[in-house]
């Protein structure tokens, strides 16, 4: 089994940054991709970013150019670096890890970005 758990929200004014943390622990080598997701007040839950284990990075198109997923390995943990940061980009993140066997790590507490006007 794979946990991870979520860090690095916050409140910030509108063009600011943030960087998430999503640290995984137990069979970790049985990660083939991590993904963060957000969910706003009131709407529906949403893909944000992915990074597969070979290093293949995708981006939802309104996180483009201001957004960046990496990894370190030696942590075991994945990171998305969040620039130029917008009101609409507040939001519960949430870090899910998909395993060998396509099974899905449950999803964390979350962590609370928001960003001010």
């Known amino acids: 089994q794979v946990q991870t758990v979520e860090s690095g929200g916050g409140l910030v004014q509108a063009g600011g940054s943030l960087r998430l943390s999503c640290a995984a622990s137990?069979?970790?080598?049985?990660?083939?991709?991590t993904d963060w997701f957000r969910q706003a007040p009131g709407k529906e839950r949403e893909f944000v970013a992915r990074l597969t284990k070979d290093g293949v990075t995708t981006y939802i198109d309104s996180v483009k150019g201001r957004f960046t997923i990496s990894r370190d390995n030696a942590k075991n943990t994945v990171y998305l670096q969040m620039n130029s940061l917008k009101p609409e980009d507040t939001a519960i993140y949430y870090c899910?890890?998909?395993?060998?066997?396509?099974?899905?790590?449950?999803w964390g507490q979350g962590t609370q970005v928001t960003v001010s006007p």
């Open positions: 899910q890890t998909i395993l060998q066997g396509g099974s899905n790590t449950p």
């Open positions: 137990g069979r970790t080598f049985t990660i083939i991709a």
